[in-house]
């Protein structure tokens, strides 16, 4: 094994002198560094990466955590897309990445920081983190440097990066109300999602700014899950038969409240108006193709791995990224006003 001394001796130099320019220090003179670049290059000189942590006491490994990963999640692609998005950012700046998950059981077992030690993570990024997460305090007060994707803390060590997701479902809920919509329902995820609160308030912003009265009882939680989906459109369609459309604050649910307005023999969107938010593959190819909120899912996993890569390098940045969304229009609303 080529070390660094052999390439001492071929250029030269002292192997700190070596050492330093291989590790990127400013102090070496760059024509130096050019040749011990190319010296190294030569002989096939590859870094002891495990010498290189216990000197630096950094593994330049990322951890991407991820919180009740189930084979139902699978469907809507969504992680896959956040976790390339962290895969291509992170072995751009020569970062690896380590993928492990939790769930509460293990978290009664193992605390946050043991968890990451034990993975040799310089930092963590973090997704599908409940607020009611008993890992949550202890991220916030750790000092491992994390970044949370879709919960809106920050602090010395924690930054995160999210969706405009208020703004994208007032976009949505307004799209309805100027189509001709007064009495629309909302199917939103559950009260311990940080994201289900913000499109909560994009849903109340645009009824009130459009001067239509807010009503509790029209608003369900389906758990971000197409069965949730499903069942709380069934309940709604059964109590409210003056509801014209259906606002979810996630695709898979829209996908069960599709279902379940075709089950009850209404039509989407002669009978009934749908539209989803993440824009999720399957909505480009159900029948009728679902509007819904685009948003920008491998630029959340990008952003969130440059991010956390700024906090370990202590470089000065804003500890929060907000992504904008985008409605996309389909064929799943009708436009009541034609009718009149």
Same mark, same amino acid.
């Given at each position: 094994?080529?070390? %660094?001394?052999? /390439? +001492? !001796?071929?250029?030269?130099? #002292?192997?700190?002198?070596?050492? $330093?320019? @291989?590790?990127?220090?400013?102090?070496?003179?760059?024509?130096?560094?050019?040749? %011990?670049?190319? /010296? +190294? !290059?030569?002989?096939?000189? #590859?870094?002891?990466?495990?010498? $290189?942590? @216990?000197?630096?006491?950094?593994?330049?490994?990322?951890?991407?955590?991820?919180?009740?990963?189930?084979?139902?999640?699978?469907?809507?692609?969504?992680?896959?897309?956040?976790?390339?998005?962290?895969?291509?950012?992170?072995?751009?700046?020569?970062?690896?990445?380590?993928?492990?998950?939790?769930?509460?059981?293990?978290?009664?077992?193992?605390?946050?920081?043991?968890?990451?030690?034990?993975?040799?993570?310089?930092?963590?990024?973090?997704?599908?983190?409940?607020?009611?997460?008993?890992?949550?305090?202890?991220?916030?007060?750790?000092?491992?440097?994390?970044?949370?994707?879709?919960?809106?803390?920050?602090?010395?060590?924690?930054?995160?990066?999210?969706?405009?997701?208020?703004?994208?479902?007032?976009?949505?809920?307004?799209?309805?109300?100027?189509?001709?919509?007064?009495?629309?329902?909302?199917?939103?995820?559950?009260?311990?999602?940080?994201?289900?609160?913000?499109?909560?308030?994009?849903?109340?912003?645009?009824?009130?700014?459009?001067?239509?009265?807010?009503?509790?009882?029209?608003?369900?939680?389906?758990?971000?899950?197409?069965?949730?989906?499903?069942?709380?459109?069934?309940?709604?369609?059964?109590?409210?038969?003056?509801?014209?459309?259906?606002?979810?604050?996630?695709?898979?649910?829209?996908?069960?409240?599709?279902?379940?307005?075709?089950?009850?023999?209404?039509?989407?969107?002669?009978?009934?108006?749908?539209?989803?938010?993440?824009?999720?593959?399957?909505?480009?190819?159900?029948?009728?193709?679902?509007?819904?909120?685009?948003?920008?899912?491998?630029?959340?996993?990008?952003?969130?791995?440059?991010?956390?890569?700024?906090?370990?390098?202590?470089?000065?940045?804003?500890?929060?990224?907000?992504?904008?969304?985008?409605?996309?229009?389909?064929?799943?609303?009708?436009?009541?006003?034609?009718?009149?």
């Amino acid at each position: 094994m080529v070390t %660094i001394k052999d /390439i +001492a !001796k071929a250029a030269q130099v #002292s192997v700190t002198t070596v050492s $330093r320019a @291989l590790n990127g220090y400013f102090d070496v003179n760059e024509d130096t560094r050019r040749k %011990i670049e190319s /010296i +190294a !290059k030569q002989l096939g000189y #590859s870094p002891n990466m495990a010498a $290189r942590s @216990l000197i630096s006491k950094k593994t330049k490994t990322l951890g991407l955590l991820l919180s009740n990963v189930t084979r139902d999640s699978s469907k809507d692609n969504i992680a896959y897309e956040v976790l390339c998005g962290i895969n291509d950012r992170a072995g751009e700046l020569d970062y690896d990445l380590v993928l492990f998950s939790t769930t509460p059981q293990k978290q009664k077992l193992k605390s946050y920081k043991t968890l990451c030690q034990e993975r040799g993570v310089d930092g963590v990024i973090i997704m599908g983190i409940r607020l009611d997460d008993p890992y949550l305090k202890e991220i916030v007060s750790s000092d491992i440097p994390c970044v949370l994707i879709d919960i809106a803390l920050e602090g010395t060590n924690v930054g995160y990066v999210t969706s405009d997701n208020t703004a994208g479902a007032y976009s949505a809920v307004s799209h309805l109300i100027l189509s001709g919509h007064r009495h629309i329902a909302m199917i939103n995820g559950h009260i311990q999602a940080d994201v289900s609160l913000l499109r909560l308030a994009g849903y109340r912003q645009a009824l009130r700014e459009h001067g239509v009265p807010y009503d509790e009882s029209l608003v369900l939680d389906g758990q971000f899950s197409e069965k949730g989906g499903y069942e709380a459109a069934m309940a709604i369609l059964k109590a409210r038969p003056d509801v014209t459309a259906l606002f979810c604050a996630s695709d898979l649910m829209a996908l069960g409240a599709l279902n379940a307005v075709k089950q009850s023999g209404a039509s989407v969107p002669d009978d009934i108006s749908i539209i989803g938010f993440d824009n999720i593959n399957l909505t480009a190819y159900c029948s009728p193709a679902l509007t819904t909120v685009h948003q920008h899912k491998y630029e959340l996993g990008f952003h969130s791995a440059q991010l956390l890569i700024e906090m370990l390098e202590d470089r000065e940045t804003e500890h929060h990224v907000q992504l904008q969304t985008e409605l996309i229009l389909r064929d799943s609303v009708k436009n009541r006003k034609r009718e009149g």
